[in-house]
Nanobody, 112 residues
Framework: QVQLVESGGGLAQAGGSLRLSCAAS?????MGWYRQAPGHERILVAD???????NYADSVKGRFTISRDNAKNTLYLQMNSLKPEDTAVYYC?????????WGQGTQVTVSS
Protein backbone atom coordinates (compact mmCIF):
# COMPACT_ATOMS: atom_id res chain seq x y z
CA GLN A 1 0.00 0.00 0.00
CA VAL A 2 1.36 3.41 -1.02
CA GLN A 3 0.70 6.53 1.00
CA LEU A 4 0.96 10.02 -0.43
CA VAL A 5 0.93 13.01 1.91
CA GLU A 6 0.66 16.48 0.41
CA SER A 7 1.51 19.80 1.96
CA GLY A 8 2.14 23.38 0.95
CA GLY A 9 -1.19 24.62 -0.31
CA GLY A 10 -2.77 27.84 0.83
CA LEU A 11 -3.68 31.34 -0.22
CA ALA A 12 -1.60 33.43 -2.60
CA GLN A 13 -2.09 36.65 -4.50
CA ALA A 14 -2.02 36.75 -8.27
CA GLY A 15 1.59 36.84 -9.39
CA GLY A 16 2.75 35.10 -6.25
CA SER A 17 4.26 31.69 -5.64
CA LEU A 18 3.55 28.51 -3.73
CA ARG A 19 5.37 25.22 -3.45
CA LEU A 20 3.57 21.93 -3.02
CA SER A 21 5.19 18.80 -1.62
CA CYS A 22 4.12 15.18 -1.77
CA ALA A 23 5.86 12.66 0.46
CA ALA A 24 5.51 9.08 -0.70
CA SER A 25 5.94 6.00 1.45
CA UNK A 26 8.25 4.45 -1.15
CA UNK A 27 10.25 5.45 -4.20
CA UNK A 28 7.99 5.71 -7.24
CA UNK A 29 8.99 6.57 -10.80
CA UNK A 30 5.65 7.62 -12.26
CA MET A 31 4.33 10.52 -10.22
CA GLY A 32 2.61 13.77 -10.97
CA TRP A 33 0.22 16.51 -9.97
CA TYR A 34 -3.42 16.94 -10.94
CA ARG A 35 -5.89 19.64 -9.99
CA GLN A 36 -9.62 19.96 -9.77
CA ALA A 37 -11.47 23.25 -9.74
CA PRO A 38 -15.10 23.47 -8.53
CA GLY A 39 -17.46 22.16 -11.16
CA HIS A 40 -14.63 20.87 -13.33
CA GLU A 41 -12.95 17.53 -13.96
CA ARG A 42 -9.62 16.61 -12.46
CA ILE A 43 -6.89 17.42 -14.97
CA LEU A 44 -3.19 16.80 -15.27
CA VAL A 45 -0.91 19.67 -14.27
CA ALA A 46 2.51 18.07 -14.58
CA ASP A 47 4.10 14.67 -14.25
CA UNK A 48 7.21 12.58 -14.69
CA UNK A 49 6.72 10.25 -17.60
CA UNK A 50 10.09 8.56 -17.10
CA UNK A 51 13.54 9.19 -15.64
CA UNK A 52 14.16 12.89 -16.11
CA UNK A 53 11.21 13.26 -18.52
CA UNK A 54 8.51 15.75 -17.59
CA ASN A 55 5.20 16.75 -19.07
CA TYR A 56 3.19 19.93 -18.40
CA ALA A 57 -0.28 21.16 -19.17
CA ASP A 58 -0.15 24.05 -21.63
CA SER A 59 -1.81 26.34 -19.10
CA VAL A 60 1.11 26.05 -16.66
CA LYS A 61 4.13 25.78 -18.97
CA GLY A 62 6.76 28.33 -18.07
CA ARG A 63 5.17 29.02 -14.69
CA PHE A 64 5.16 25.69 -12.84
CA THR A 65 8.07 23.31 -12.31
CA ILE A 66 7.80 19.72 -11.19
CA SER A 67 10.78 18.20 -9.42
CA ARG A 68 11.64 15.37 -7.07
CA ASP A 69 14.04 14.35 -4.35
CA ASN A 70 14.48 10.60 -4.68
CA ALA A 71 16.43 10.38 -1.42
CA LYS A 72 13.37 11.72 0.40
CA ASN A 73 10.73 10.04 -1.83
CA THR A 74 9.24 13.50 -2.25
CA LEU A 75 7.67 15.19 -5.24
CA TYR A 76 7.42 18.96 -5.56
CA LEU A 77 5.49 21.46 -7.60
CA GLN A 78 6.88 24.99 -7.67
CA MET A 79 4.14 27.35 -8.82
CA ASN A 80 5.15 30.85 -9.87
CA SER A 81 3.24 33.71 -11.48
CA LEU A 82 0.04 32.31 -10.04
CA LYS A 83 -3.27 33.27 -11.59
CA PRO A 84 -6.79 33.18 -10.14
CA GLU A 85 -7.59 30.38 -12.59
CA ASP A 86 -4.99 28.22 -10.85
CA THR A 87 -7.37 28.02 -7.89
CA ALA A 88 -8.15 24.34 -7.31
CA VAL A 89 -7.56 21.36 -5.10
CA TYR A 90 -4.21 19.89 -6.11
CA TYR A 91 -3.67 16.13 -5.90
CA CYS A 92 -0.50 14.14 -5.92
CA UNK A 93 -0.69 11.04 -8.09
CA UNK A 94 1.40 7.89 -8.30
CA UNK A 95 1.36 4.93 -10.64
CA UNK A 96 2.94 2.05 -8.75
CA UNK A 97 2.83 -1.65 -9.48
CA UNK A 98 0.00 -1.14 -11.98
CA UNK A 99 -2.20 0.70 -9.47
CA UNK A 100 -3.14 4.35 -9.15
CA UNK A 101 -2.71 6.17 -5.87
CA TRP A 102 -3.90 9.64 -4.88
CA GLY A 103 -3.07 12.00 -2.08
CA GLN A 104 -5.73 13.66 0.02
CA GLY A 105 -5.52 16.91 -1.91
CA THR A 106 -4.40 20.37 -0.89
CA GLN A 107 -6.31 23.58 -1.58
CA VAL A 108 -4.65 26.35 -3.55
CA THR A 109 -6.51 29.65 -3.73
CA VAL A 110 -5.22 32.57 -5.77
CA SER A 111 -6.80 35.95 -5.21
CA SER A 112 -6.85 38.67 -7.85
Amino acid sequence: QVQLVESGGGLAQAGGSLRLSCAASTNILRMGWYRQAPGHERILVADFTGPGRTNYADSVKGRFTISRDNAKNTLYLQMNSLKPEDTAVYYCYADYMWRDYWGQGTQVTVSS
